[in-house]
């Protein structure tokens, strides 16, 4: 015993002697988290909205075309010579870059094309501006667009900034689950599932109220795909047009369960110009009636929604 | 012992006792302060240099893989060969940089940092291939796998590449200001030695009446070489470790901040183009850098200001401001024809091979930029190891030199001082 204190004194010693006594560096592995690509922005546990849903108008409800001229179509626009129109350039089926091509595509891309023919005749000038969902009632309202036909819902609260064209699709809300999730509708999610959505859309409400599921928002929905494929998610929820562009890309995928929200997509105008909406709601019954639209709902539609194209009877305010 | 200090032979004895200590001293502390010197150059140019080069091209490496990986997508999947070769040879340079820095790490710091850009390494890869796979397939999901590999190497690798860059540059400092350091107390022994000296001289003159003693002369001329050559190698190496710091590694560490900041701008640009407009953040970031590297006082104006006497490096960086402001004016352009949906023309624009000198693409005018910057990184790669090379230089032989001065010096008083003991014994 005092042998052993004495050896640890003169170990002691010999340390202050030598002041060389410095703890070894620790050479054990150093400790690092599995690295998992996050796209930035995303975030967990989002914030749910709780305001009541604006419900005092009917949304559907748009102009009755009349007799309203082409020439007071044309005079509505910022530049008789050209139509712009905001699309995205980002939603795979709907509106995309075809990444062969480098030119843009879609269902969205179809129907506006065949209105600005329609407008301008078969050799019309469209530009095509790519725009993010927030920018779009700001773009055409400052000009910057004749026209917005992007996925766009229409509701009361929109309907208060722009005006819409009488509905050209009707899309719902659905989920997107891998095929051997075993997941065939919101009853089946628990609240074990993350479920994942683009943020500051109407999708993280309803996800959150009509399931368990945890919601996950990234600021690019397509960013939910990517997150689906890590497995970092467990599911998708948003406009079942959204999931189908979403389905094409992946066959280890599908868009199950019912529609559990409506989405009845418009095309947008600058505030006050009725003249232009009126014009197109004519346009769109006419491509509705001639196959057009039906013949772009094969193309894009049909086979990734599995079902077949009806589409929506336009609906008039006056 | 006490009582033969009073007699004349104890005192001399006593004096030679003092004299031989000083001597001892200032030669030993003197030769280790040079070797310990070398000792530290010698690392700035291994072990800690090393790292630090290494760290540096590793964050070089990171970044230009970056913005070829990203540029390289919007060619829709049939990237130019030199586009693909100077992406493979990023990550080539970026996975060699990583082994050799995981070698000359010393701090757990470092080591953790190296670990976890190491586990990155294959995650970013795999989002790179997979982007790319998705592009050929057609399916527009590659992009989101490119901006999440760029995310990746934008939040968590680049910021760790620049933490061990920070600390090797640290350590590589410590060093030099250790390497440049006046080795005061073998100065402070010598000049005392040389003191006792010229007193016990005028001491013994004046007990002896003899004017010199040829022993303790020559132990002072020797002393006074000692105290010269420690004095000069000293000082001359600390000028050199500071010339190699001013000339060679200072502007080296600038150059690669212009370099990395133009990639990052150019891969800010490609992932505009990839999230087809839609990615405001990218544009904000694109402005940032591109500010952060031409704006008045900042990077291309330090490196002029750094290089104002040198015609060949300041002309280097007048060919890469004149590319950035090709570069920028062509930027507008796409921005201009992205939004206004011609986004092909954009994209070729962006990644195209360009119309020759009169119409460059922003692919050819980014490779001019960052072509100058790199030459003007191995010019001044190579100063930093020529004035590491003259510091060590005016070390060498230093050490012996003063070891054989300081132990002549001892012999030479105590023979002096001994003749005249020995006098008194006679």
């Given at each position: ?6 050896r ?12 060389a ?17 996050l ?24 102009y ?14 910022d ?26 595509a ?5 129907i506006?094309t ?26 055409v ?20 900034n ?31 599932h ?17 399931s ?8 690019d ?23 189908a ?11 199950v ?11 947008a ?8 909406a ?12 001639n ?8 193309k ?5 929604l599995?079902?077949p ?10 | ?5 009073r ?20 030669g ?46 919007l060619?829709?999947?049939t ?38 850009l ?41 910021p ?16 030099r200001?250790e390497?440049a ?6 100065a402070?022994?010598?000049v ?43 000082l001359?190496?600390?000028?050199h470790?500071?010339?190699?710091h ?15 900041t ?28 591109f500010?952060?590297?031409t ?8 490196l ?7 015609a ?6 007048d ?14 352009e ?6 206004s ?5 954009a ?7 360009g ?37 060590q ?14 132990l002549?010096?001892?012999i030479?008083?105590?023979?002096g001082?001994q003749?005249?003991v020995a006098?008194y014994?006679?």
């Amino acid at each position: 015993m005092i042998r052993n204190q004495l050896r640890l004194a003169a170990a002691a010693a010999a340390c202050l002697v030598l002041a060389a006594c410095s703890q070894p560096a620790d050479m054990g592995p150093p400790q690092v988290d599995v690295p998992t690509p996050l796209p930035s922005g995303i975030d967990f546990s989002p914030e749910i909205e709780t305001e009541p849903v604006d419900e005092s108008c009917t949304p559907l409800a748009s102009y009755n075309p009349g007799t309203t001229s082409v020439e007071q179509a044309i005079a509505g626009l910022d530049n008789q010579d050209q139509i712009t129109i905001g699309v995205s350039q980002s939603t795979n089926l709907m509106g995309y870059i075809d990444p062969e091509t480098n030119t843009p595509a879609g269902f969205d891309i179809d129907i506006a094309t065949a209105i600005a023919h329609s407008i301008l005749g078969p050799d019309a000038t469209i530009r095509w501006v790519p725009m993010t969902s927030g920018e779009r009632e700001e773009a055409v309202n400052s000009d910057r667009v004749d026209m917005v036909v992007r996925t766009m819902t229409m509701n009361c609260k929109r309907w208060a900034n722009v005006e819409f064209s009488a509905e050209y699709f009707h899309a719902g809300q659905r989920l997107l689950v891998p095929t051997a999730s075993g997941i065939t509708g919101l009853a089946d999610l628990a609240d074990d599932h993350r479920v994942c959505t683009g943020d500051g859309s109407t999708s993280v409400r309803t996800i959150a109220e009509q399931s368990a599921a945890q919601a996950v928002t990234v600021p690019d929905f397509n960013d939910c795909l990517v997150l689906l494929q890590q497995g970092t998610v467990d599911a998708i929820t948003s406009d079942d047009t959204i999931l189908a562009g979403m389905a094409a890309q992946d066959p280890t995928l599908e868009v199950v369960g019912e529609a559990f929200s409506q989405e009845p997509y418009g095309m947008a105008f600058q505030k006050g110009n009725t003249d232009l909406a009126r014009y197109v709601n004519g346009a769109l019954a006419q491509i509705i009636a001639n196959g057009t639209w039906q013949t772009a709902y094969n193309k894009w539609l049909e086979g990734p929604l599995g079902v077949p194209g009806v589409p929506p009877t336009p609906q008039y305010r006056d | 012992m006490l009582a033969a200090l009073r007699f004349t032979p104890g005192q001399l004895r006593g004096v030679l006792v003092l004299v031989a200590a000083l001597i001892l001293g200032a030669g030993i502390t003197g030769m280790t302060a040079i070797i310990a010197k070398s000792a530290v150059i010698e690392e700035t140019t291994s072990q800690s240099g090393r790292l630090s080069v290494a760290a540096l091209s590793l964050y070089q490496a990171l970044s230009q893989a970056d913005a070829t990986a990203a540029s390289s997508y919007l060619t829709a999947g049939t990237p130019s060969d030199e586009m693909n070769e100077t992406y493979r040879e990023a990550m080539r340079d970026a996975t060699v940089a990583l082994a050799t820095a995981a070698g000359e790490v010393k701090t757990p710091a470092d080591t953790a940092l190296v670990a976890e850009l190491n586990a990155r390494m294959p995650v970013y890869t795999g989002l790179v291939e997979t982007a790319r796979t998705f592009n050929r397939l057609g399916e527009p999901v590659g992009a989101t796998y490119q901006e999440q590999a760029s995310t990746l190497m934008r939040e968590e690798m680049l910021p760790k590449a620049h933490d061990l860059q920070e600390n090797s540059l640290g350590q590589l400092n410590d060093s030099r200001a250790e390497a440049a350091a006046f080795p005061w107390v073998a100065a402070g022994l010598a000049v005392a030695a040389l003191g006792t000296l010229v007193w016990a001289q005028m001491w013994l003159s004046r007990k002896t009446n003899r004017v010199f003693n040829l022993g303790l002369v020559g132990s002072t001329v020797l002393l006074v070489g000692f105290a010269g050559w420690l004095a000069t190698a000293s000082l001359a190496s600390a000028s050199h470790t500071n010339t190699s710091h001013e000339d060679g590694s200072a502007p080296l560490e600038l150059l690669a901040e212009a370099e990395i900041t133009a990639q990052q701008a150019r891969a800010e640009e490609s992932l505009l183009l990839i999230a087809r407009g839609e990615d405001q953040a990218a544009a904000d970031r694109f402005e940032e850098h591109f500010k952060a590297l031409t704006d008045p006082g900042k990077l291309l104006d330090r490196l002029d200001e750094a290089f104002a006497d040198d015609a060949e490096l300041s002309a280097n960086i007048d060919t890469a401001r004149e590319a950035a402001e090709t570069w920028r004016a062509g930027h507008d352009e796409v921005v201009k024809l992205a939004q206004s949906g011609q986004y092909t023309d954009a994209v070729v624009l962006v990644v195209g091979e360009g119309g020759g000198e009169d119409a460059p693409s922003l692919w050819t005018s980014f490779t001019t930029l960052n072509n100058a910057l790199t030459e003007a990184t191995d010019v001044s790669a190579e100063r930093f190891a020529e004035a590491t090379n003259d510091a060590q230089r005016s070390l060498s032989g230093a050490a012996a030199g003063l070891a054989a001065l300081a132990l002549g010096a001892l012999i030479s008083a105590a023979v002096g001082i001994q003749l005249r003991v020995a006098e008194y014994y006679a």
